[in-house]
């Protein structure tokens, strides 16, 4: 069953958040993740949220897509990240 992680992203140094997204890339691409939105526009229909990027990735399963959040590649990545945004990810089964 597929799922999606789903990052609510409030970019805080954006020279610094470059360099997770290079890396983050290839890491999400490794485990089969497809990008479903990244950036754009988004609208807030009901309640409070502090980011200004929502990021939707597709994987095959919960399980490949906590596979690429444990990953040493992603795990690179989040270093680069640390100080660079405020973040949270939620992983979702798909219906």
């Given at each position: 069953?597929?799922?999606?992680?789903?990052?609510?992203?409030?970019?805080?140094?954006?020279?610094?958040?470059?360099?997770?997204?290079?890396?983050?890339?290839?890491?999400?691409?490794k485990?089969?993740?497809?990008?479903?939105a990244?950036?754009?526009?988004?609208?807030?229909?009901?309640?409070?949220?502090a980011?200004d990027?929502?990021?939707?990735?597709?994987?095959?399963s919960v399980?490949?897509?906590k596979?690429?959040?444990?990953?040493?590649a992603y795990?690179?990545?989040?270093?680069k990240?640390i100080g660079?945004?405020?973040?949270?990810?939620?992983?979702?089964?798909?219906?």
């Open positions: 069953m597929p799922a999606y992680a789903i990052a609510l992203v409030k970019v805080n140094n954006p020279e610094q958040f470059k360099e997770y997204a290079k890396l983050a890339g290839p890491a999400v691409d485990f089969g993740g497809r990008v479903l990244r950036g754009g526009i988004a609208a807030v229909a009901e309640g409070n949220t980011c990027r929502v990021v939707v990735t597709e994987f095959a399980e490949a897509a596979a690429c959040y444990d990953s040493p795990l690179e990545a989040q270093s990240r660079a945004a405020d973040f949270t990810m939620l992983i979702v089964e798909g219906a």
